[in-house]
């Protein structure tokens, strides 16, 4: 089956010179190409150019992403493919930098337009502005499509964090979520529908469950988004 990864993470740029990005090394993307890849899937992995991992990887295809619109703009592109599957691991930058300005003594703000922002400088403000939702776009870009979705947890129990997972699925008319993080604790958590999670112990289980729903998705007859 044809088969995209995504993987690593998106930057979005302060000045010519700063960045804000995510905490990815993109490790679980690269490593999941590789199973599917062993198992005989063609696959394309788009992974960011900020991902730190160096081991082995060995796709059919790869492309190298920044920002957050870039890999929204490449996974568009392969939307004209065949595509079977989505497997939607990279991390995402939520926010980009908007507006910048500087605090003058007598309190007021100074629009920012220079190449780079001086580290001399006291009272910069940054605006941050929402990204957008990548993922919100694939069920119209792959309608039919095993699309597979991310929920990375830090924060409470792992009811919780489950329940976020459910919800992605919900929003976003994927075929499952993959929910980790210290909110859900060890091992993964695949989840498929309200009530249906299936806990997988570490990444080599959770590979062999994410093909396991590629392969009885691509059975005929069975569900559909």
Known sequence: MNCVVTAGPTYEPLDEVRRLTNFSTGRLGSELVNFLAARGHHVTLLIGQQATWRGECQPGRMETFTTTDDLRSRLH?????????IFHAAAVSDFAFGKTWQRTADGSLIPFKAGKISSRLDNVLVELTPTGKIIADLRD???RACLTG???E????RPNAIAKAEQQLT??????????GRAYGEGFGLVTGAGRIRHLADREAL???LEELLARRAIPGSSSP
């Open 77 to 85: 592109t392969l939307a004209s493919q065949p595509v079977d599957a």
């Open 150 to 152: 991310w929920k990375f």
């Open 171 to 180: 929003d976003y008319r994927t075929t499952a979520c993959v929910v980790n």
């Open 207 to 209: 590979f062999a469950a």
């Open 154 to 157: 830090v924060d409470g129990k």
């Open 141 to 143: 870009w792959f309608p």
